[in-house]
């Protein structure tokens, strides 16, 4: 296999065996619930008031494909994927307290990532990226020192919550210095969705909450970020958007717009607001080519990454096929006008480059 025609999935996730010990320990969202059957598999209830919706309530079945690295490898092989940047799933461990217990619990899954992705039967194709303790930003300091040191690891993954007041949060700034002085990538992925009103009253189970939410979340929060200035005062700060960057591809007209028209918020800025959003990276994760030609069209493709979002979106029917999800992506890289060069970096060799990968030598 060669550089160019090589696949990198960089939005992927486990959930880690120390982690769904937790959420079999824990009472409320999120947790995991024992089989509604038995010989079924357990299942997962994670996103905000799943639990309460009539399609959500018993949660989504959690088999091997969520923490059995032989599945990772199987799904790899499968799709033809050289290498996995493996991620935590969300929620993460933003709703622990901050106390010695929770930071261990970090410590613990960043060291069972590590492991899992040296592991001998994984050939070299796993790299990972780190969980924070981050409802204490003296913890995930600590933490980023010690994922920093750990030789696979190549960034944290993020929610939008910060410790609690988002990620404009003046007190994360020593954490985005830590994160940056370590050459880390931060993998900025939602969970908590948008609060719209009425949002509750629907039966449309996860798929509104997953397909706009999920993206609108990115879109709010990265924009406060980036108003709030963060990227003059820490310019080498590096994120990754999952989901194409939400709308932000799409809408960064607008933002730069209406901060134009509002003196008190630009003079605060060095830049108009897309400046910083086009020095941010994007996975490919967007299922369509207008997605992919929308995002390539707005920063340079050699900052995008495909990803395949792996374990969610499983086929519904027949376990050996092909993922649709996958698939979808694959094909919205490949029909959104391209040329060959540029569909190679999004592929695979933009992640080489951006995270510091070797391809494996099997
Ligand atoms: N559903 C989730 O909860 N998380 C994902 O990353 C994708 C789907
Ligand atoms: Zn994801």
Known sequence: MTQDKCLVDIHTHVYLPEYLELLRQREKVPRVLPPLEEGEDERLIILPDEDKGESTKNGRPVGPDYYDVREKLAFM???DIDISVISLANPWIDFLPPTEETFDLARRLNVSMEKMCQDPITHGRLYGMGTLPLSSVEGSIAEVERIAALPR?????????????????????????????????????????????ASGNTDAGHSLALALGFPFETTYAIARLILSGIFDRVPDLKILLAHSGGTLPFLAGRIDSCVAHDPAVASKLNHPPSYYLKKLYYDAVIYHETGVKATAAFVDPSQMMFGTD?????PLETKDARWMSVDSNLSAISNAGLDSSTVEGILGKNALRIFNLELPSK
């Open 77 to 79: 092989d499968k799709h």
């Open 153 to 197: 690891m190549r960034g944290v993954i993020m929610g939008t919550f910060g410790c609690g007041k988002g990620l404009d949060d003046p007190a994360l700034e020593p954490l985005y210095q830590a994160i940056a002085k370590h050459n880390l990538v931060i993998f900025l992925h939602p969970h908590y969705g948008v609060n719209l009103p």
């Open 310 to 314: 792996h374990p969610f979106f499983p």
